[in-house]
């Protein structure tokens, strides 16, 4: 092996054990069940809030809607103390308006009564 050829390998093997490590993390999220129904939804929008993250509710996977009115949750900046994970039998007309409202959380957060 060349000199190059190493120096190509080195480099390009972490990316790949990171990618490698986020598939695994989200399918670990997809089937840590978490709770169910909007009450569930609160609590992790409660604990992400409070330990300085930032609720994240994905509603499809894959391009496909979740089903069984599920929706996958996780707390940007604060996965380690908030795991994230699944949410079963969440209200249809929540799952409408995230996927909406891309990005926004506020509004669920709202609607819920979480402060």
């Known amino acids: 092996m060349s000199a190059r050829s190493i120096e190509r390998f080195i480099y390009r093997a972490p990316l790949t054990m990171s990618v490698e490590s986020e598939q695994t993390k989200e399918v670990e999220e997809l089937a840590r ?19 300085g ?3 994240i509710i994905r509603t499809k996977y894959g391009g496909k809607r979740l089903p069984d009115n ?11 103390e908030v795991p994230g994970g699944s949410i079963l039998n969440v209200p249809t007309d929540i799952i409408e308006e995230a996927e909406k409202r891309t990005g926004d959380w506020k509004w669920l957060s709202e609607r819920l009564g979480v402060k």
Do not use: E, N
Request: charged share 15%; with cysteine.
């Open 33 to 51: 069940i978490l709770g169910s129904g909007t009450t569930a939804l609160a609590d992790f929008i409660r604990k992400c809030l409070a330990a």
């Open 53 to 55: 993250g930032v609720p």
């Open 70 to 80: 599920k929706v996958v949750v996780a707390c940007w900046g604060k996965g380690a």
